[in-house]
């Protein structure tokens, strides 16, 4: 379905309205990126004696991100993307013995529909938002995950879709997004310029930019993570989650997710502690987080986990404040050390996963070194992207594979070496 305007009048969606959280300013439904009283972030509203569903109940739906849809910012039937989310829980046990803990597990949003990163979760809830406001183009500003992503869910849509990415970042990201037929453009400059310019771009073409004038809806999209790892595990939290970061918001949203479901009584127990993990070459939310206070120094990006090169991250401030009031710390890790982890998710879990997954393993291990997670933990990694779009990471890190003639005993001699 194309969205016009007599279709749009007919989408049986709308959109919650949305508050500050700062100045706590209510704001109407709109596609709008920061509060006009004080420039804070916006959060949806739900109305808090909404009916919301029993275990039974959500596992009697569909598997997709859809089946905790009370506490998705919209009332009624989404209108795109319904299929997106409920990626497998992978427990992990040689990954355990190698942190050291009791049992872990594997998010593994390698796999996530249709574009193979978490991605695919925020802009379920992001297009949803345009198709609510009557919008009938989107974009965002991207490092090149949420590129991916949005050109995919704009092309099954039958929307348009405008794309600013960073000049330099790596062909699956840039390959996998014009593959879908968007407007994509490579913009001169750090992912800090490009999410500048589209702030500007959506007030004068009046888009919907998922992760700018509809980022108070495309956050909550990262909740879902929090609401399956809890599913998954028998209704029940883990100790531990370990989770990458760039902008900052899918930490913040797993500490909301998580926080609700003990709300709602889905599930018992504390809160689990949220460890965030960058690339030491663009490790602001890290910094934050061992310095303390309550102010982001923003970094020029060097690291070859350009996924997570947000060297002024959004919501980092709030990303810090949810490790620290969980318990929990952040650690960032070398190139070497993420190219070692994505070998070591692929070699002790089977699960080929991006830049930012070799992050989130070896921060893992760094924190298992360091004491901040123990024998007792049960603990989630929550890997995010697909190791195909990042081949240029570990192209020189893998074994060459011989060739021979088709002959039995060439292989036989490769055998007895
Ligand atoms: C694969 C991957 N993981 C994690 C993140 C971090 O997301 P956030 O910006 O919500 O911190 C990104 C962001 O681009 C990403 O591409
Ligand atoms: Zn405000």
């Known amino acids: 379905m194309t969205l016009t305007p007599s279709t749009i009048a007919a989408v049986p969606l709308t959109a919650r309205p949305l508050r500050c959280r700062n100045c706590g300013a209510d704001h109407a439904a709109a596609p709008v990126a920061v509060c006009e009283q004080c420039l804070g972030p916006l959060d949806p509203v739900y109305e808090p004696d909404r009916a919301l569903p ?3 109940t959500i596992a009697r739906r569909a598997p997709s991100l859809w089946r905790y849809r009370e506490w998705l910012p919209f009332d009624g039937d989404p209108v795109w993307s319904r299929d997106t989310g409920f990626t497998p829980l992978v427990e992990a046990p040689a990954l355990a013995r190698r942190l050291g803990v009791a049992r872990a597990w594997v998010k593994n949003d390698t796999v996530c529909h249709p574009s193979l990163s978490f991605k695919d979760r ?3 809830a992001g297009i949803n938002a345009a198709a609510a406001l009557g919008l009938d183009t989107i974009g965002c500003a991207s490092t090149g995950n949420l590129a991916n992503a949005v050109a995919a869910h704009a092309a099954r849509a039958g929307l348009k879709a405008w794309i600013f990415i960073p000049e330099e970042l790596e062909a699956g ?5 014009s593959i879908y037929g968007p ?3 490579r913009v001169r400059g750090t992912y800090d310029d490009v999410n500048r310019l589209c702030a500007q771009v959506a007030d004068r073409f009046g888009w919907g930019m998922v992760n700018v004038n509809l980022r108070g809806y495309y956050g909550e999209g990262s909740k879902t993570v929090a609401y399956e790892i809890a599913e998954q595990l028998g209704w029940r939290v883990p100790t531990a989650v370990v989770a990458p970061m760039a902008g900052g918001s899918l930490l913040s949203k797993l500490r909301k997710g998580f926080g609700e479901f003990l709300e709602a009584r889905l599930v018992d127990g504390r809160p689990p502690r949220l460890y965030g993990a960058q690339a030491s070459g663009c490790a602001p939310i890290v910094r934050l987080v061992e310095r303390g206070g309550d102010a ?3 970094e020029v990006p060097r690291t070859i986990c350009r996924s997570l090169a947000i060297g002024n991250p959004a919501d980092g401030v709030y990303a810090a404040r949810a490790m620290r009031e969980t318990g929990g710390w952040a650690a960032a890790v070398s190139d070497a050390e993420l190219v070692a982890g994505i070998r070591l998710l692929a070699e002790e879990v089977g699960v080929f996963a991006e830049t930012a997954g070799g992050v989130t393993a070896a921060a893992a291990l760094a924190l298992a070194r360091s004491g901040r997670l123990g024998p007792d933990d ?3 990694l929550c890997i995010t992207g697909h190791g195909l779009k990042t081949l240029e990471a ?3 890190a893998v074994a060459e594979a011989p060739v021979v003639a088709p002959r039995l005993r060439e292989v036989a001699a ?4």
């Open 122 to 124: 925020v802009v379920a």
């Open 394 to 396: 570990v192209q020189g």
């Open 173 to 177: 990201k840039v390959i996998g997004t």
């Open 378 to 380: 049960e603990v989630v």
């Open 414 to 417: 490769l055998v007895e070496q």
């Open 183 to 185: 407007r994509l453009v």
């Open 54 to 56: 029993d275990r039974t």
């Open 296 to 298: 982001i120094e923003p």
